[in-house]
């Protein structure tokens, strides 16, 4: 498994799905890149492999790159190398000349889609591509890549149940949140516009909900995303403690099961998961989702579950927020649909018998 290291924290999601792959295999065994300071086996069918000098870096830097590189050169009796990462030149390179000097069977599981399809074809070296959304599977047939080494495998989560009002009062003192209403927004501040589209729609909503709070649960990546993020403070600075900023959160799950709305009205996932665990998650504790109705965050919704948006809407984001936290039986007849959804969907054990049957494919070849 080529990927970020697979060990905590468990706050990105390129980490997380290799994590539940080996943790629900039934018929593989795994070599996982972990960190030097990585002691217990994230599996029982796992091998551990300290490629990595740190574990909670965003992204690693050049002369890590190049180690994992280096030691994707040699198979050491693999059969298959899956690898996880969004398509791009660089990466895509290493990854071929592994293929070729390693001369093993490759997976490559696209974690986020590129930001252009155009030339996709060439950024695909591995003998089968495996696609978290139908639309990006679609979309690199469009830009012709031979479907026949296309499979569509949803991400799956480990099952998470609602928690009851116990527990709910318990991760609201977690996290340092009121008793009143949550609108929680997990999102990002650079690449798309729904972090606007949120702190216009703020105002109306607290207006309306006296009691309410939102909160922006975004990691600040980039010196442009902290900036973002403190014109929203200036604009939102009036309400006060009613607007809160969680910037970095190791038990996401926890935090969104505490909430009553989560929203991500997003027009592009650019640099974010094709289908973002955070509303999984979300939609698995029966929490009401509203998203941008634009691929893939739609398919999230299509069947139910959730509502979807103009994603630059704040007057329709305003209106949907403040509707679900007018009307408990609805958001609760929209919790109970989107828990039903992620159940036959977008299980764990599900995802990996589905990529263990893309490496059977292989080995039989």
């Known amino acids: 498994m080529i990927s970020k290291p697979v060990v905590p924290p468990?706050?990105?999601?390129?980490?997380?799905?290799v994590r539940d792959q080996v943790t629900h295999s039934e018929r593989y065994r795994y070599g996982v890149m972990t960190t030097r300071k990585a002691r217990e086996p994230i599996g029982p069918n796992t091998v551990m492999e300290p490629i990595y000098g740190d574990g909670g870096k965003l992204a690693a830097g050049i002369r890590q790159n190049l180690v994992v590189m280096w030691r994707g050169?040699?198979?050491?009796?693999?059969?298959?190398?899956h690898f996880f990462f969004a398509p791009n030149t660089v990466s895509s390179a290493a990854g071929r000349l592994?293929?070729?000097?390693?001369?093993?069977?490759?997976?490559?599981?696209?974690c986020s889609a590129p930001a252009s399809f155009e030339g996709s074809r060439a950024l695909l070296f591995a003998d089968r591509v495996i696609t978290l959304?139908?639309?990006?599977m679609d979309r690199f047939v469009e830009a012709g890549v031979d479907p026949d080494r296309l499979r569509y495998v949803p991400p799956g989560i480990v099952p998470l149940d609602r928690p009851d009002a116990e527990a709910r009062a318990a991760r609201r003192r977690m996290f340092d949140l009121p008793d009143g209403p949550i609108v929680m927004f997990p999102g990002d501040y650079e690449f798309s516009g729904a972090s606007r589209t949120v702190a216009a729609a703020t105002p109306a909503i607290l207006e309306r909900h006296p009691d309410a709070t939102v909160v922006f649960g975004c990691r600040l990546k980039t010196p442009r995303a902290e900036g973002i993020q403190d014109a929203i403070k200036d604009r939102l600075a009036p309400f006060g403690r009613r607007v809160r900023y969680l910037n970095r959160v190791e038990d996401m799950p926890r935090l969104l099961g505490a909430c009553d709305v989560v929203i991500l009205p997003a027009e592009t996932l650019y640099a974010k998961m094709d289908v973002p665990l955070v509303i999984i998650e979300a939609m698995a504790q029966e929490v009401p989702v509203i998203v941008g109705d634009r691929p893939p965050l739609a398919e999230l919704t299509e069947a139910g579950g959730g509502?979807?948006?103009d994603p630059g809407s704040h007057e329709r984001l305003s209106q949907e927020t403040s509707?679900?936290?007018?009307?408990?039986?609805?958001?609760a007849s929209l919790g109970t649909e989107g828990a039903r959804i992620v159940r036959e969907k977008f299980d764990a054990a599900k995802m990996a018998r589905k990529v263990e049957l893309v490496y059977d494919e292989l080995i039989e070849e």
């Open 10 to 17: 468990w706050n990105d999601s390129a980490k997380i799905i």
């Open 133 to 136: 959304s139908q639309n990006t």
């Open 323 to 331: 509707g679900l936290l007018d009307d408990g039986d609805r958001r």
């Open 73 to 81: 050169l040699w198979p050491r009796g693999s059969s298959i190398y």
């Open 98 to 110: 592994m293929r070729s000097v390693a001369r093993v069977k490759t997976v490559h599981t696209v």
């Open 307 to 309: 509502i979807a948006i």
